[in-house]
């Protein structure tokens, strides 16, 4: 019994993070409390009222199939965890009513490729009237990825303390990567002769080469940006390159103008259509 009602304590603390990672908080105000709501519900699973063991283990099947289900939605999967707390002694007379508790917990898990490791702590807080708790300190571990984009956006999740946000931004963060490689992959086989990969399908560029042009490319850097709060959105470039001889004679500065006009191209076509146009305008010359 002891070593299932372990397991069910450390079900549900995955499912409360793998919950967090799938909330849209509203404002600021709601988006605290959902933190604090959701880190509490990591400790507070009591398992001491069940009737018999086989109760029990419908509970775990049933925290077992949510935690499948949260895991398949958000691409989060928490391996490991474990949290240690410790009741603070007040040394003033006038906290002798206040009980203080720090928690400290440890998680490992990963996001579709990308794997990591938590460490945090939470203070809580409680009088007779009320109970509050706040995260004191986080460290985020990461293993080494090619996405050099993580490595800022960690520090500012650890700098403020945000698990919410860590986990909301991975999921988005990685959602945008597995499209880009989808994306590049679809054109790599549509078009094997004029589309080329350099660092495979997971990088960040596809290159257009013209097959009767030598020395005309077109570089289309996509890189996933995460901003101050959190938001990840996709940044597409346009890069032309150009034998010199090409370049004095574009009297009419089309090759200068291409980037310019590959972004307004992508706000009216989207991104998929965007990269077809591009494709075909090159291919179309080449066979004309």
């Excluded at 958000?74 to 474990?82: A, D, L, P």
């Excluded at 720090?102 to 938590?118: D, E, K, V, Y």
């Excluded at 080469?209 to 990840?232: C, M, N, T, Y």
Aim: net charge negative; charged share 30%.
């Amino acid at each position: 019994m002891d070593a299932q009602q372990a397991e069910v304590r450390a079900l549900e603390a995955e499912i409360a993070a793998l919950r967090r990672a799938c909330e849209e908080p509203r404002t600021a105000g709601e988006d605290n409390w959902r933190a604090q709501k959701s880190l509490r519900e990591m400790y507070q699973s009591d398992s001491g009222g069940w009737a018999s063991s086989k109760d029990l283990r419908s509970h775990l099947g049933n925290l077992e199939s949510e935690l499948l289900f949260l895991s398949t939605l958000t691409g989060i999967s928490i391996r490991n965890y474990s949290m240690k707390t410790e009741v603070l002694t007040n040394t003033e007379k006038t906290e002798k009513s206040i009980t203080k508790v720090l928690q400290r917990h440890r998680l490992s898990g990963n996001c579709q490729m990308i794997t990591f490791q938590l460490e945090f702590q939470i203070l809580e807080i409680q009088d007779k009237e009320s109970l509050s708790s706040v995260i004191t300190d986080l460290n985020i571990i990461m293993e080494p990825t090619e996405y050099s984009e993580l490595s800022e956006f960690v520090s500012r999740a650890e700098e403020r303390r945000d698990l919410l946000m860590f986990f909301r931004s991975l999921h988005f963060f990685v959602e945008w990567c597995e499209y880009r490689k989808r994306t590049f992959e679809h054109f790599k086989e549509k078009y094997p002769e004029a589309v080329h990969l350099p660092e495979g399908a997971a990088s960040s560029c596809m290159v257009v080469h013209s097959a009767r042009q030598p020395g005309f490319e077109l570089v289309i850097v996509w890189r996933v940006q995460i901003d101050e709060e959190g938001k990840v959105l996709p940044k597409l470039d346009l890069l032309p390159k150009a034998p010199q001889q090409a370049l004095e004679l574009d009297r009419n500065r089309v090759l200068e103008t291409a980037p310019r006009s590959f972004r307004a191209l992508l706000g009216v076509l989207g991104i998929e259509a965007a990269l077809e146009s591009l494709i075909k305008s090159l291919c179309t010359a080449d066979s004309s």
